[in-house]
């Protein structure tokens, strides 16, 4: 397709008769209000129909993986349950299908993820399908056309249809030449993943389309999240949500990480905290559209030795998987979140205690090992 022709074409027609005042040879692109699929002529097509004051219409697609069905009720508790629309290709449990709207949606389907947007009237997208770093190495095609063609048709129709747009980064997006401890928002980002070159690409892709066509693109580097209710998709940082299952379950524990290895890690509570504060942020507050977000960083052996608070008798293995601790050596060890708290004042709630004992009570704590046996 001639993309290039085409948004060329449609810009020089704009620039003619928007009156915007844009210069030629410096364009400021912020009046550039059409999208790289769409010809300047259906522009109008698109344009918001209702009220700004109205809740906006949400979609959430890859919606049933660890963090999809919190952020859901998180948002369907401010916006109504029937403002937010949960997509995914896979088939929901009973409870979430009937705790509010689902949809089938695959992102590798631009028709269909553009006909959910239009009859749905959307107006926020929060973009969450993903292979992450673990499954991705075992997959990289499936990762490249999910985490990158994927990101492609949820960027065009995103700025099609005027969306507010969420992409979730990661700590992964950050190599073995980056700064480790503390990691900062802008500097060398050389992931050594299929994941972590594919978020590098959608932070650098959201930005482009931010400056480029005027896209409200919004993206958290997430660190490694922590859920009870909800199991990880595969990724380097999920030894620590299985410890808390296998404590409870069996008493015992073989970490697939080396007992030193330091990660960034926040509850889910944090993390879904963040990602709505981010979105409704007024623009003027957001120097930046990618930023870190930190809570805190430990070790497995310092997390087991929280875990032992709660139960004593768990005994804790090593057994190193070679690809899982490659990956998390070349990961951030601290994550500075400096930008953050200043520019719309994210602030955690749980450090490694909190977030042992809440989820402890989440699981039950009468179910522990030593009442079990
Ligand atoms: N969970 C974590 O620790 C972190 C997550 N993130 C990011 O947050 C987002 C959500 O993460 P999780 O819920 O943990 O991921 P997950 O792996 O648990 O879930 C991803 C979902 O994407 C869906 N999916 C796969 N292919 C799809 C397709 N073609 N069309 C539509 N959906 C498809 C899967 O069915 C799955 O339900 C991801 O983008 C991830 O990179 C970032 C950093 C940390
Ligand atoms: C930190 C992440 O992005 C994810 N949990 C993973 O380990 O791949």
Known sequence: MPIVKTVSRAVSQLLQSSGCGCGISIVPVRCIGVSPRQVAS???????????????????????????????????????????????????????????????????????????????????????????????????????????????????????????????????????????DPTPDLCIQRPRTIYGVSKVHAELMGEYYHYRYGLDFRCLRYPGIISADSQPGGGTTDYAVQIFHDAIKTGKFQCNLKP??????????????????????????????????????????????????HVPELLVTYNVDEVRQAIADSWPMNFDDRNARRDWGWKHDYDLPELVTTMFSFLGSDSRIAQAN
């Open 42 to 180: 259906d522009a109008s097509f698109h344009s918001v129909s209702f009220s700004e004051s109205d809740h906006p219409r949400v979609l959430i697609t890859g919606g049933l993986g660890q963090l999809g069905v919190g952020l859901a009720k998180l948002l369907r508790k401010r916006f109504g349950k029937n403002n937010v629309i949960l997509s995914d290709i896979r088939k929901p449990a009973d409870n979430v299908f009937y705790s509010g709207p689902f949809i089938y949606a695959d992102i590798l389907d631009y028709k269909n993820l553009r006909e959910i947007v239009v009859n749905n009237r959307i107006t926020w997208l929060f973009h969450y399908s993903a292979l992450l770093s673990a499954v991705g190495e075992a997959n990289v095609p499936l990762a490249r056309a999910v985490n990158i063609t994927g990101l492609h048709n949820v960027l065009d129709i995103a700025a099609e249809h005027n969306l507010r747009l969420f992409v979730p980064s990661t700590i992964g997006a950050f190599g073995p030449t980056s700064p480790r």
């Open 260 to 309: 030193d290895t330091r990660l960034p890690m926040m509850y889910i509570d944090d993390c879904l905290k963040a990602t709505l504060e981010v979105m409704e942020a007024p623009a003027e507050a957001l120097s930046m559209r990618t930023y870190n977000i930190s809570a805190m960083s430990f070790t497995p052996e310092e997390l087991a030795q929280e875990v032992q608070k």
